[in-house]
């Protein structure tokens, strides 16, 4: 089972201000064993981006949201406001 939430996070310019892409560490060192994508995807508003979070757990998916606020991708980026948009746990074939 995956599972995988989508946060809006804003502030100025913040699509300039991150590395927009798809970011996949599943089995990379420091997560070996387990499923952990991050997606920054641009929201059509410059002082706006999505990052969708894929993990194994739903504990897992807040976890490295708040990682990546705190020291991540967004560790200098001055953000106003972050909030999760959506949720979702699928199988995979």
């Given at each position: 089972?995956?599972?995988?939430?989508?946060?809006?996070?804003?502030?100025?310019d913040i699509?300039?201000?991150?590395?927009?892409?798809?970011?996949?560490w599943t089995?990379?060192?420091?997560?070996?064993?387990?499923?952990?994508i991050v997606?920054?995807?641009?929201?059509?508003?410059?002082?706006?981006?999505?990052?969708?979070?894929?993990?194994?757990?739903?504990?897992?998916?807040?976890?490295?949201?708040?990682?990546?606020?705190?020291?991540?991708?967004?560790?200098?980026?001055?953000?106003?406001?972050?909030?999760?948009?959506?949720?979702?746990?699928?199988?995979?074939?």
């Open positions: 089972m995956k599972h995988s939430k989508i946060y809006e996070i804003t502030g100025p699509c300039d201000a991150v590395p927009l892409g798809v970011y996949d089995n990379g060192p420091y997560s070996p064993g387990q499923v952990r997606e920054l995807i641009p929201s059509g508003d410059p002082d706006q981006v999505l990052m969708r979070i894929t993990r194994d757990t739903v504990d897992d998916c807040e976890k490295e949201a708040l990682g990546q606020l705190s020291d991540g991708f967004f560790e200098n980026v001055k953000y106003t406001a972050w909030h999760e948009l959506s949720s979702l746990s699928y199988k995979e074939d």
